[in-house]
């Protein structure tokens, strides 16, 4: 495992800690998703697939921001 | 502009977890529960950091009051953007009897220590839902305040803030050195991600106690009893529509 997929993994893993479907759900999830790729050699298939996680991050992170947001909008706000 | 902002954060429970009340009606259940920043506290620091993103801001102090596990929310705090921390530790019985009257006057001596020109907390935390920090730390200070706020910005030596209020928006000009409080529209957060969190573990979370600060926090109300709200009654069907008036003129309601 390179060391970029390496960070992306952990990085992945904790955010993963929020999830609404729980950790441990989530961690499989991950793991199935990177063993898929784990064969991958030519590096433009890897950097593609990094690229993908970087992506589905900034989904997650967008995902906790909004669900806080409806949470708390609900909770203290009217209308 | 380059001023010094102090924010204040608190570590409550997390805001997706379901709260139980203790079966002697003492309080909630804290141990074992997922615990995190206020959200609103988040909008706070989140506030500071765009203000020195904009070079607006020189310094930004994050502090927090509580247990040792408030060192993990601060460091939430500095992996956003903070530059320093200050955890003034409270535990045990005297934690659970903290007022936002003694977290005020922390907050009123550190701005005085560290010659602060901006505090900027959360409007209220999601556990006690006070709504008073900002408030008081003005009145100890003598400052002006700009509660609820869902956009800031700074005009040499003011600040123009827009609040919102009952029913629609009130802009106001306050004079800095100011207290400031986020409402939930200010800003989005951003997320403290892994590689943050590593880097703020070498940023200085400096300890102190109440009494370095000259704050009393021994208990002066004691808490009698915390319940549960009620639970909300199940519905009825009905066949038809005939019914429904039926039943509605029964309830009153037409």
């Given at each position: 495992?390179?060391?970029?997929?390496r960070?992306?993994?952990?990085?992945?893993l904790?955010?993963?800690?929020?999830y609404p479907?729980?950790?441990?759900?989530?961690r499989?999830?991950?793991?199935n998703?990177?063993?898929?790729?784990s064969?991958?050699?030519?590096?433009k298939?890897?950097?593609?697939?990094?690229?993908?996680?970087?992506f589905?991050?900034k989904e997650?992170?967008?995902?906790?921001?909004l669900r806080?947001?409806?949470?708390?909008?609900?909770?203290?706000?009217e209308? | 502009m380059?001023?010094?902002i102090?924010v204040?954060v608190k570590r409550?429970?997390?805001?997706?977890?379901?709260?139980?009340?203790?079966?002697?009606?003492s309080?909630?259940?804290?141990?074992?529960?997922?615990h995190?920043?206020?959200?609103?506290?988040?909008?706070a620091?989140?506030?500071?950091v765009?203000?020195?993103?904009?070079k607006?801001?020189?310094?930004i102090?994050?502090f927090s009051?509580?247990?040792?596990?408030?060192?993990?929310?601060?460091?939430t705090?500095?992996?956003?953007?903070?530059d320093?921390?200050i955890h003034?530790?409270?535990?045990?019985?005297?934690?659970?009897?903290?007022?936002?009257?003694?977290i005020?006057?922390?907050?009123?001596?550190?701005?005085k220590?560290?010659?602060?020109?901006?505090?900027?907390?959360?409007?209220?935390?999601?556990?006690d839902?006070?709504n008073?920090t900002?408030q008081?730390?003005a009145?100890?200070?003598?400052w002006?305040?700009?509660?609820?706020?869902?956009?800031i910005?700074?005009?040499?030596?003011?600040?123009q803030?827009v609040?919102?209020?009952?029913?629609?928006?009130?802009?106001?000009?306050?004079?800095?050195?100011?207290?400031v409080?986020?409402?939930?529209?200010?800003?989005?957060?951003?997320?403290?991600?892994?590689?943050?969190?590593?880097?703020a573990k070498?940023?200085p979370?400096?300890?102190l106690?109440?009494?370095?600060?000259?704050?009393d926090?021994?208990?002066?109300?004691?808490?009698?009893?915390?319940?549960?709200?009620?639970?909300?009654?199940?519905?009825?069907?009905?066949?038809n529509?005939?019914?429904?008036?039926?039943?509605l003129k029964?309830?009153g309601h037409?």
């Amino acid at each position: 495992m390179s060391q970029q997929s390496r960070t992306l993994y952990k990085t992945m893993l904790h955010l993963g800690k929020d999830y609404p479907g729980g950790y441990p759900y989530f961690r499989n999830k991950l793991k199935n998703a990177f063993m898929k790729n784990s064969a991958l050699k030519d590096q433009k298939e890897i950097d593609s697939a990094i690229a993908r996680g970087e992506f589905v991050i900034k989904e997650l992170e967008a995902l906790y921001m909004l669900r806080k947001y409806r949470a708390l909008k609900k909770r203290y706000y009217e209308e | 502009m380059s001023l010094r902002i102090l924010v204040g954060v608190k570590r409550v429970i997390d805001y997706a977890v379901k709260i139980r009340v203790k079966p002697d009606k003492s309080g909630v259940i804290t141990e074992g529960v997922k615990h995190s920043m206020n959200p609103f506290d988040e909008i706070a620091i989140e506030e500071a950091v765009r203000m020195k993103e904009k070079k607006i801001a020189k310094e930004i102090v994050a502090f927090s009051c509580g247990p040792a596990q408030c060192q993990e929310t601060l460091r939430t705090a500095l992996a956003m953007g903070a530059d320093r921390g200050i955890h003034v530790e409270v535990a045990g019985p005297q934690f659970d009897t903290l007022q936002p009257l003694h977290i005020s006057k922390m907050l009123a001596q550190l701005a005085k220590d560290e010659q602060i020109d901006l505090i900027i907390v959360g409007k209220q935390a999601i556990d006690d839902d006070c709504n008073q920090t900002a408030q008081m730390t003005a009145a100890l200070l003598d400052w002006p305040q700009a509660t609820s706020a869902s956009k800031i910005e700074a005009k040499d030596g003011s600040l123009q803030v827009v609040r919102e209020i009952d029913g629609g928006l009130e802009t106001i000009k306050v004079k800095l050195p100011t207290v400031v409080s986020a409402d939930l529209r200010l800003n989005e957060p951003r997320y403290a991600t892994l590689p943050n969190i590593m880097k703020a573990k070498k940023k200085p979370i400096k300890k102190l106690t109440p009494k370095d600060l000259g704050v009393d926090v021994s208990p002066r109300i004691e808490v009698v009893t915390v319940e549960e709200p009620p639970v909300r009654l199940a519905g009825a069907k009905v066949e038809n529509v005939d019914m429904m008036v039926e039943k509605l003129k029964a309830l009153g309601h037409a």
